[in-house]
């Protein structure tokens, strides 16, 4: 296969993921978990604010490249300025209640047209892993960095759980925390989320 045949395939199943993820979420969806969020009709408000993120999110491109995108996707007018400085502003303020709220709206929906699964029982998946935060001062009292390292030097580290549904990839439920929670003390929260039935598919971590 060469290279070019590759990109293009990635291309295309990039596409059929934003696809997915829009069919997913409605628009009345996106603009219910908004609520109470400041939602002024500005050219990125709500709905295509979370489509041009998604996009950029799915196909590592830079927020001018981003907005350029989503003009020539209709996620926006044509008319709207090329520069990213209200999209950037925009998505700066994305609320961190919203986006957690509209993922595990996704997951039921997803999965109501599931993959064939062995013996037709559910198969979930939990794994656990972390991300880097933007060096705040409330992330390091949040999130606190590696002890090892020395004071100023270190990130913020956020360390979350997640259980998701192996035949569509969808985030069931997840719990976050800092270095101070072990995965399995994360973990035991989403018991609720493993019914009985339910093929469990974990790392040694989780024993």
């Not at 705040?136 to 956020?158: D, H, I, V």
């Not at 039935?197 to 790392?203: M, R």
Request: proline fraction near 6%.
């Amino acid at each position: 296969m060469s290279n070019f045949t590759f990109l293009a395939g990635l291309a295309r199943l990039k596409s059929s993921v934003l696809s997915s993820l829009t069919a997913c979420l409605s628009a009345t969806a996106i603009e219910s978990a908004f609520q109470g969020h400041s939602q002024r009709r500005r050219i990125f408000h709500p709905v295509p604010l979370l489509l041009t993120f998604l996009n950029q999110a799915l196909h590592g491109l830079s927020c001018q490249a981003a907005v350029a995108d989503a003009k020539l996707q209709r996620f926006v007018t044509k008319r709207a300025s090329p520069k990213n400085a209200a999209y950037c502003n925009a998505r700066t303020a994305l609320p961190e209640k919203a986006l957690a709220t509209l993922t595990l709206q996704a997951a039921p929906t997803v999965a109501m047209n599931p993959a064939p699964q062995p013996r037709q029982r559910p198969v979930k998946i939990v794994d656990g892993s972390s991300a880097r935060l933007a060096d705040t001062a409330a992330n390091q009292k949040g999130y606190p960095q590696n002890s090892a390292q020395p004071e100023g030097c270190g990130w913020p580290l956020l360390y979350f759980v997640v259980v998701m549904a192996l035949e569509t990839g969808a985030i069931i439920d997840a719990e976050l925390g800092s270095q101070h929670d072990h995965e399995r003390c994360r973990f035991l929260k989403l018991w609720p989320r493993v019914q009985t039935g339910d093929i469990l598919v974990a790392d040694g971590g989780f024993d």
